[in-house]
């Protein structure tokens, strides 16, 4: 089992940055693939950047592109999303996902790929 924990949510200013992580534990020596997915009120959960560090392959959601990063700290099992220029409509609980190799770009953005998850972290953009 993989254990996941998100932490570094907040309340920001629309312009302002964030910088979310997810610490990973247990058996993380076969986990290649991780994700953030955020879900805000009365919406469904979406996809917004993905990281398969064994291909160094990234995927971002277009509405994110140029203003999140998200990378991975090898050593300490850690993933983060650098969030800058942050928006209103950012403003979600944000999940760490992960799962054990997912190399097909299409499949990274899609819930039903990841078999762990995190409880998520409250991110809150104000105008």
């Known amino acids: 089992q993989v254990q996941l924990v998100e932490s570094g949510g907040g309340l920001v200013q629309a312009g302002g940055s964030l910088r979310l992580s997810c610490a990973a534990s247990?058996?993380?020596?076969?986990?290649?693939?991780w994700a953030w997915f955020r879900q805000a009120p009365g919406k469904q959960r979406e996809f917004v950047a993905a990281?398969?560090?064994?291909?160094?392959?990234?995927v971002y959601q277009d509405s994110v592109k140029g203003r999140f990063t998200i990378s991975k700290e090898y050593n300490v099992n850690t993933i983060y999303l650098q969030m800058d220029s942050l928006k209103p409509e950012d403003t979600s609980v944000y999940y760490c996902?992960?799962?054990?190799?997912?190399?097909?770009?299409?499949?990274?953005?899609?819930?039903?790929?990841?078999?762990?998850w995190g409880q998520g972290t409250q991110v809150t953009v104000s105008p």
């Open positions: 996902a992960a799962d054990r190799d997912l190399t097909n770009t299409q499949r990274m953005q899609q819930m039903s790929a990841y078999d762990y």
């Open positions: 247990g058996r993380t020596f076969s986990i290649y693939s």
């Open positions: 990281i398969n560090w064994g291909s160094s392959t990234t």
